[in-house]
């Protein structure tokens, strides 16, 4: 039982560059959500999927898009990467759809040049 | 939105000592107050949550507390230990997925 993972792990871009972040989760859970941390700023949330089918804007949505692929995956893509995008990317998944235990991937670090 | 604030952003305590970690909301219709535990360059882990429905809860050496009407709620760390150094992150949420955080409390305990 792996719960929540991520790849990459390290990724370094260009200005403008793409890329797409990959979750997955093995807990048959229905929620996922991306977050980004950066220093002192604690996380916060880019986008969630209360349940597959279903994305929403969470507080910082702009420059990414998502894509519930199923159940078990959740991406996170960045069209044209900019240098305040620098930042480390984690994906969330719970059981339920709002007021439950998050469990969180290991994170991406990334950085755009 | 829903905006948390945390206090203080650093803490440093002696081992043994108790840590008080405090947290405000400004959302009346949050509901759910979760608390992470974030080791250097490792995910966040939840150590503990409350429902609104709910004034307080412990966990062995962890308890914590929620006041709806001032919209504040805080973590109690006793007995402190050196595994406890890490940083503690609050949250609220609503049932509507949007989870807020607060910027994050660096603790130290000090052998």
């Known amino acids: 039982n792996a719960g929540v993972t991520q790849t990459p792990k390290f990724q370094v871009l260009k200005t403008g560059q793409s890329m797409t972040l990959q979750c997955a989760q093995d807990?048959?859970?229905?929620?996922m959500y991306w977050y980004r941390q950066d220093p002192g700023m604690g996380l916060r949330l880019i986008y969630y999927?209360?349940?597959?089918?279903?994305?929403d804007k969470g507080e910082v949505p702009n420059g990414y898009n998502v894509s519930r692929l199923n159940k078990r995956e959740f991406s996170l893509r960045l069209e044209s990467a900019a240098p305040s995008q620098t930042s480390v990317y984690f994906c969330?998944?719970?059981?339920?759809?709002?007021?439950?235990?998050?469990?969180f991937g290991p994170g991406t670090r990334l950085t755009v040049l | 939105g829903e905006n948390v604030e945390q206090h203080p952003s650093t803490l440093s305590v002696q081992e043994g000592d108790s840590a008080v970690i405090k947290c405000t909301y400004s959302?009346?219709?949050?509901?759910?107050f979760p608390w992470y535990k974030q080791e250097l360059g490792k995910r966040p882990q939840l150590i503990i949550d409350?429902?609104?429905?709910?004034g307080e809860k412990k966990d062995q050496r962890i308890a914590v507390t929620l006041n709806k009407t001032a919209k504040h709620f805080s973590l109690h760390i006793t007995e402190t230990q050196p595994e406890d150094s890490a940083v503690y992150f609050c949250?609220?949420?609503?049932?509507?997925?949007?989870?807020?955080f607060g910027a994050g409390t660096r603790l130290t305990v000090k052998p």
């Open positions: 409350i429902r609104s429905n709910v």
């Open positions: 807990m048959n859970h229905n929620s």
């Open positions: 959302d009346s219709a949050s509901n759910y």
């Open positions: 949250a609220a949420s609503t049932y509507n997925n949007d989870m807020r």
């Open positions: 969330a998944s719970s059981a339920l759809s709002g007021g439950d235990e998050q469990f």
């Open positions: 999927s209360a349940s597959e089918g279903t994305t």
